[in-house]
T-cell receptor, first 115, second 112 residues
Framework: SQQGEEDPQALSIQEGENATMNCSYKTSINNLQWYRQNSGRGLVHLILIRSNEREKHSGRLRVTLDTSKKSSSLLITASRAADTASYFCATAVIHGSGNTGKLIFGQGTTLQVKP | KAGVTQTPRYLIKTRGQQVTLSCSPISGHRSVSWYQQTPGQGLQFLFEYFSETQRNKGNFPGRFSGRQFSNSRSEMNVSTLELGDSALYLC???????????FGPGTRLTVL
């Protein structure tokens, strides 16, 4: 069963606005990764945040992680039409003595940015 | 560096047949993971290989199998195909089991 829950499921905004997507998870993690997917193509890696980090930036992306609440958020600032895609959070699960090399994905947020 | 490559990109099979999908990881990456993506179930983990050994397996029937070669290239096999196996199969590679996983473009499998 999938661990991650994402909110909202769909988001529609105008170009130039900010977009915020949230992700919640259930178990202990080593890290959390965010991906973008365009129209059923492969996943593009956006950013990785480790369990001991609280915030990370990459260009127009800002990711936060709250391990006490088991939640993360992805903020895209000054959005562009080209940002239209599905966004997924994925948690790297800790199992036993270490990492499993397994990512558990949320259902994703579909973002539409209108020009 | 070249990204993760997957072949073939599209495949059409009929029920009962078997299929083999191939994944070439980014040079230097030793871990390869496979995922299945469907509209109903989303992205689900199939299995992970590291140093030619299967390290973890998802909740899929034994019809789904895989292997990894000494050059880190990986294959997955699905035997006795069912209609429900129609999906986008994605492979991802990472340097080790701890970091970013980079995905290939996927193989779109249609079972008729």
């Amino acid at each position: 069963s999938q661990q991650g829950e994402e909110d909202p499921q769909a988001l529609s905004i105008q170009e130039g606005e900010n977009a915020t997507m949230n992700c919640s998870y259930k178990t202990s993690i080593n890290n959390l990764q965010w991906y973008r997917q365009n129209s059923g193509r492969g996943l593009v890696h956006l950013i990785l945040i480790r369990s001991n980090e609280r915030e990370k930036h990459s260009g127009r992306l800002r990711v936060t992680l709250d391990t006490s609440k088991k939640s993360s958020s992805l903020l895209i600032t000054a959005s562009r039409a080209a940002d239209t895609a599905s966004y997924f959070c994925a948690t790297a699960v800790i199992h036993g003595s270490g990492n499993t090399g397994k990512l558990i994905f949320g259902q994703g947020t579909t973002l539409q940015v209108k020009p | 560096k070249a990204g993760v490559t997957q072949t073939p990109r599209y495949l059409i099979k009929t029920r009962g047949q078997q299929v083999t999908l191939s994944c070439s990881p980014i040079s230097g990456h030793r871990s390869v993971s496979w995922y299945q993506q469907t509209p109903g179930q989303g992205l689900q983990f199939l299995f992970e290989y590291f140093s030619e050994t299967q390290r973890n397996k998802g909740n899929f029937p034994g019809r789904f199998s895989g292997r990894q070669f000494s050059n880190s290239r990986s294959e997955m096999n699905v035997s006795t195909l069912e209609l429900g196996d129609s999906a986008l199969y994605l492979c991802a590679s990472s340097v080790d089991r701890l970091g970013e996983q980079f995905f290939g473009p996927g193989t779109r499998l249609t079972v008729l």
